[in-house]
């Protein structure tokens, strides 16, 4: 008797569920399925919510018959594939907004962990030392940030440092955020200009084939001896081999990443052995609130796709 089936094929924040259910939606629940119990129960189903798993394949969405909306509850859609699903009619919707704050404040929590060896001095406690001496740090209040990328992510930390952190606050993109220019007074400069005179530089920009290895060892070399690079936006932006030269050999004084050329990081990777960077997983998004209001969210426009 319900109109609308949906399949969620992930785990997905309870409240998410409740609220198709709450406005008339059929909700079944089968996590993480393989390809082939995927294609064998598609049928039926008009939304499809998934995360980084399972594989939604093309032979998945040709197994389909009433499929009308595949969600992904947060942002990437790698395991979608998504030319087949348009060439269906099918639409494909995310949740785009859902984690910025906690990879901005993810970014922001590596800054203060370069900034003052957290994760060093915490490394080497473990080891029975005290290494006070080498953990000397640096205040980041009155230091220049500098954003690549002021998008929803890079706004929010320059948000957190202005206003928390008290850094003064330099951005570069494809266009110019007035409203950052006027509720934060950031400046509005050129990629080599940001580089020469920022103390941090958070890295905010999507992966396209322009900012693929946008900060090469040209653009290391501009940096200044004693500042700090944050990368929570993808590990491809980034010239890994370069940035470990510019670690070792000082160009800069250290790195925060959260992403990486190749994930997960392999065992023996050089960065693993400097001591003058901070390592995540790529957990970015990986918090109760991203997940809850990325289930939020989608759910939300599958109920708005089907209300049209
Ligand atoms: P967004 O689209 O809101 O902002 C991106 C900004 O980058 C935009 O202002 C855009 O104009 C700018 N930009 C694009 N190309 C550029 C270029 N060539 N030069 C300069 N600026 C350019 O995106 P967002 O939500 O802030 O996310 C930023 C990135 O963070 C995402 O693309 C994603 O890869 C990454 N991310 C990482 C995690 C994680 O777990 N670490 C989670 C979510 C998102």
Redo the contacts with the bound molecule.
């Keep these: 008797t319900y109109k609308y089936r949906v399949l969620v094929a992930s785990h997905i924040h309870e409240k998410a569920i409740e609220l198709l259910r709450s406005n008339g939606f059929d909700v079944a629940v089968r996590e993480e399925p393989s390809e082939d119990e995927l294609a064998s129960m598609i049928k039926g189903f008009h939304a499809l919510i998934v995360r980084s798993k399972p594989l939604v394949t093309k032979r998945v969405i040709e197994s389909s018959d009433v499929l009308k909306v595949i969600a992904r509850a947060g942002?990437?859609l790698d395991n979608i594939d998504v030319k087949a699903a348009k060439a269906r009619g099918i639409e494909v919707i995310n949740a785009?907004?859902s984690?910025?704050v906690s990879?901005a404040e993810?970014a922001v929590g590596l800054m203060i962990t370069v900034a003052r060896k957290i994760a060093f001095s915490d490394r080497h406690m473990r080891l029975g030392e005290w290494p006070k001496k080498q953990a000397m740090g640096i205040e980041l209040n009155g230091k220049t940030l500098g954003i690549?990328?002021?998008?929803?992510?890079?706004s929010t930390v320059a948000k957190i440092c202005r206003l928390g952190l008290g850094m003064n606050i330099l951005y570069?993109?494809?266009?110019k955020?007035e409203q950052l220019e006027r509720e934060l007074g950031a400046r509005y400069v050129d990629l080599e200009t940001l580089l020469k005179e920022s103390d941090v530089v958070s890295i905010?920009?999507?992966?396209?084939p322009?900012?693929q290895h946008?900060i090469n060892e040209k653009r290391l070399r501009l940096m200044k001896k004693t500042a700090i690079l944050i990368n929570?936006?993808?590990g491809q932006v980034v010239d890994t081999n370069a940035l470990i030269k510019a670690l070792k050999e000082g160009w800069i004084a250290g790195a925060g990443l959260?992403?990486f050329e190749e994930e997960p990081l392999p065992k023996d990777h050089a960065l693993l052995k400097l001591d003058n960077v901070v390592l995540t997983p790529?957990?970015?998004?990986?918090t109760v609130e991203a997940q809850e209001k990325a289930g939020i969210e989608v759910a939300e426009k599958i109920i708005d796709y089907f209300r049209k």
Excluded: C, K, M
């Excluded at 570069?172 to 266009?175: E, I, P, V």
């Design positions: 942002v990437g785009p907004a984690s910025s990879v993810l690549i990328g002021a998008g929803r992510i890079g570069y993109d494809l266009s955020n905010h920009v999507p992966l396209t322009e900012t946008l929570t936006s993808r959260d992403v790529h957990i970015g998004a990986s």
